[in-house]
């Protein structure tokens, strides 16, 4: 039967082979590292011996990590956190780290060691993704009309800035402070969107009628109402997430009353050149002698 000995004699041998490893004293020098240390780091053993862990220290990690990860492990618990690091050639790199204290017979501390995961290529991933949601999140912003975005958990998780410059709200979470859904601010008026109720949400609408024009009445910040054009879509890799754009469109629904009496008169007005056309063609063909200048008149009609 294998001894308790041998047993973490075996554990620290695979440990060592897939950690990066170091140890140092109470101060913090560093006692030992192995050689995934090293050959992370490119330093060598001699290089890093005696030093403290300042060396590697990227200047881009702020003092309050050590800070609080030095008063975490002289109070006997164990630190853990994500830490950019800095080699030999001036590159850098991030671990996932685990630092804990070693205790004597007595509970006294008399060393720390620290067990370390390369997860470089985890934070470049996280860093891409993060740009590119930045860069969805700018354009978004830069749109004139209202986008919302609404997960069907979580409720509305992002409002765009033309959002706030239209609507009586600060932010996001100024909003949510008083509704939950944006059918909330609709104004209930036949022909446009309603509210949603126990029995019927807003957005069946778009399933139940996909060729209609959808519009919705809400009041802006001088509470005044306002006309928007409401269409939705949903992410092809991700059914939990709907968008929704409201593009104003109260100036063109004002004026369009107006558009559609100038129409008639428009319509009118066309009859009655016809009409006067077909006249002058009958006098064209009964009066020979005034025929150049009604060619003319009827140029000018045409």
Request: charged share 30%.
């Amino acid at each position: 039967m294998i001894d308790q000995l041998s047993y973490l004699s075996q554990y620290y041998a695979v440990l060592n082979r897939m950690k990066i490893i170091s140890r140092t004293d109470t101060n913090g020098i560093i006692t030992s590292v192995n050689r995934n240390f090293c050959k992370i780091s490119g330093y060598s053993k001699a290089e890093l011996v005696g030093f403290s862990h300042n060396k590697i220290r990227h200047p881009d990690t702020k003092d309050e990590v050590f800070k609080k990860m030095w008063q975490t492990i002289t109070a006997g618990k164990i630190w853990q956190g994500e830490v950019k690091n800095a080699t030999k050639k001036g590159k850098f790199y991030w671990t996932k780290s685990i630092i804990f204290p070693i205790f004597n017979d007595k509970k006294e501390i008399i060393e720390y060691m620290s067990f370390r995961e390369n997860i470089t290529s985890k934070k470049h991933l996280e860093l891409k993704l993060e740009k590119e949601d930045q860069l969805r999140r700018e354009i978004l912003h830069s749109q004139s009309n209202m986008v919302i975005l609404v997960h069907k958990r979580k409720g509305i998780i992002f409002m765009n800035d033309q959002c706030f410059t239209e609507l009586p709200f600060k932010s996001r979470v100024d909003f949510m402070k008083e509704h939950q859904c944006i059918c909330e601010l609709f104004i209930e008026k036949d022909g446009f969107l309603k509210q949603s109720t126990p029995q019927r949400h807003w957005l069946e609408d778009f399933s139940e009628y996909p060729e209609s024009i959808h519009k919705a009445i809400i009041l802006n910040k001088e509470k005044i109402e306002q006309i928007y054009h409401v269409n939705i879509n949903e992410f092809k890799d991700n059914k939990n997430l709907t968008i929704i754009n409201l593009l104003n469109i109260t100036e063109f629904e004002n004026n369009k009353d107006e558009l559609d009496t100038d129409q008639i008169k428009i319509n009118s007005l066309e009859l009655k050149v016809e009409t006067a056309l077909k006249v002058l063609d009958k006098e064209l063909a009964n009066n020979n002698s005034q025929t150049s200048l009604l060619n003319e008149l009827k140029t000018i009609l045409a």
